[in-house]
């Protein structure tokens, strides 16, 4: 089934590469990573090895790939205007956060996660151990970087930053990721998303107003 990347991939590079990387996105998924082959994936890309090597290195380089364009959608935007006062920084921090936490939610980001928890406990953890270096840092960073902006400006307290983002992506996202990786309760609308960022906000405003 295609996915967000495999319809970029298809208006923008070629068409044998989103082959490559629809099928092993398919195959990582029904059996593991370490499961995986590269023979199988070229088998339902209906390509050759030699052209799979013209693109990828190995098959880690393929799920690099896969999770890197989802865990980039999920990081700050390199052009985050670094904030001016207290209102532009809660205002940039929650539209932030309704686009965080909707590519976190993403199924195809919910298909890596079982993948990675799944390989845990078989593997040699490339899945897991991606989805940190490509995901989580970079997140962390580029926030940890708009809060030391803040933080220049006098709008919070450098003391407070490792406090503030904690309480802030806690509330954010809650339980709603294992919800969803139980199926126990439907995916998030937009709507509610959009009010778990406001919540988040309205955390965060409260705590830099008692500071």
């Known amino acids: 089934m295609p996915n967000d990347l495999i319809e970029q991939e298809k208006k923008s590079a070629d068409p044998r590469r989103a082959a490559i990387l629809e099928a092993a996105f398919e195959i990582f998924v029904e059996k593991g990573f370490e499961a995986a082959t590269t023979a199988e994936i070229v088998r339902r890309a209906r390509t050759s090895k030699r052209t799979l090597y013209e693109f990828f290195a190995s098959k880690q380089d393929i799920l690099t790939a896969l999770i890197r364009y989802g865990s980039l959608k999920m990081q700050p935007s390199p ?12 205002t940039t921090i929650q539209q932030f956060g309704a686009t965080f936490l909707a590519e976190f939610l993403h199924p195809e980001r919910m298909a ?13 953890g490339a899945v897991a151990r991606e989805l940190d270096a490509s995901g989580r840092l970079p997140v962390v960073l580029g926030v940890t970087r708009f809060f030391d902006q803040a933080a220049a400006r006098g709008i919070l307290r450098r003391d407070d930053m490792a406090m503030l983002i904690n309480v802030f992506f806690s509330v954010l996202i809650g339980i709603s990721p294992l919800q969803t990786l139980l199926g126990t309760e439907r995916p998030l609308t937009p709507e509610a998303i959009a009010e778990k960022a406001a919540m988040a906000t309205r955390v965060l405003r409260r705590m830099m107003e008692t500071e």
């Open 79 to 90: 052009d985050l205007p670094a904030p001016q006062d207290r209102e532009q920084f809660l």
């Open 112 to 124: 890596m996660y079982r993948l990675a928890i799944a390989e845990g406990g078989r593997g040699d």
